[in-house]
């Protein structure tokens, strides 16, 4: 990190506004890295015309702005076994892979999605081979000469979710054995696990790690704060990817816009370089 053109910043900090508008926002406060995080008001990037799709990518390519993707995570299910659910789950899939390869997206993020229960080993492992074999499927959707890479996301430690933990995470990962599936790891997700668990989990993902999730949090709710407004130990973070050498994406997902010019300032203070 250099400056704030080493970050990209998530469109949830502006869901009160279309997709649109929140892309003008961004573009105003000079953001060269953009992760359209299909949700809420910007899901509708889905269903967006090519002609829609190619006025974003020219506006992209004359502002010099890179692109990533968050999947959608209402209705999407990796994780679930052969029927309607992951049946609709693919095809959302495969759209945001094809807007992704379209806009030259460095990376796609994915939820693994849902089993019944979250700490049952059976469970975890069923899910587990659900989320690779969809992997698999949607790694050869993609085009050989493109750049765009799936990636997994740590999630919070919900009732029924799977990823919430970085093993899971990593066996996924060596189950598709491919340069183009990797993790993406929240920060403030793996916080709410335990104290001191950002610190062990990061250690664990590290040699698939692609992109990290910058927020802040006290470890009780997954606030998306202005890093430095929690108590997840940055500085022990940076060290630690500093000391690995990580060069990948740095993604700020604070729920306000200033929150992520705030960390950025922050971060770029503590020379996490």
């Known amino acids: ?137 949607l790694t050869s959707e993609l085009s050989a000469e493109g750049r765009t890479i799936l990636t997994v996301e740590n999630v919070p430690p919900y009732p029924k979710v799977l990823g919430w933990n970085g093993e899971d995470l990593v066996r996924i990962c060596q189950n598709v054995d491919s340069s183009r599936v990797r993790i993406v790891y929240d920060v403030g997700h793996a916080h709410l696990i335990r104290p001191g668990y950002a610190i062990d989990a990061l250690q664990e993902v590290l040699p698939y790690l692609s992109a990290l999730h910058l927020s802040d949090n006290s470890g009780k709710l997954d606030d998306h704060l202005a890093v430095g407004d929690g108590t997840i130990p940055f500085a022990s973070i940076l060290s630690l990817l500093k000391g690995n050498g990580f060069a990948g994406h740095w993604v700020v997902e604070t729920k306000q816009l ?8 922050r971060l770029l203070r503590a020379g996490g370089e």
Not at 100 to 125: P, Q, Y
């Open 1 to 137: 990190m250099r400056d704030k053109s080493s970050f990209a910043v998530s469109t949830y900090a502006l869901f009160d506004l279309s997709l649109r508008e929140a892309i003008v926002q961004l573009l105003h406060h000079d953001w060269k890295g953009i992760e359209i995080m299909c949700e809420e008001n910007h899901v509708d990037l889905l269903d967006w015309s090519w002609e829609q799709l190619k006025e974003l990518k020219q506006q992209g390519n004359e502002r010099g702005i890179t692109w990533s993707i968050h999947a959608p995570i209402s209705g999407c299910n990796l994780a679930a076994d052969k029927g309607p659910t992951r049946e609709k789950t693919m095809d959302t899939m495969k759209r945001c892979l094809e807007i992704a390869s379209f806009l030259d997206c460095t990376h796609v993020v994915m939820h693994a999605g849902e089993v019944e229960d979250r700490l049952a080993e059976g469970e975890r492992a069923r899910g587990v081979e659900n989320v690779s074999q969809a992997l698999h499927v």
């Open 258 to 265: 200033g929150c992520a010019e705030v960390s950025v300032e």
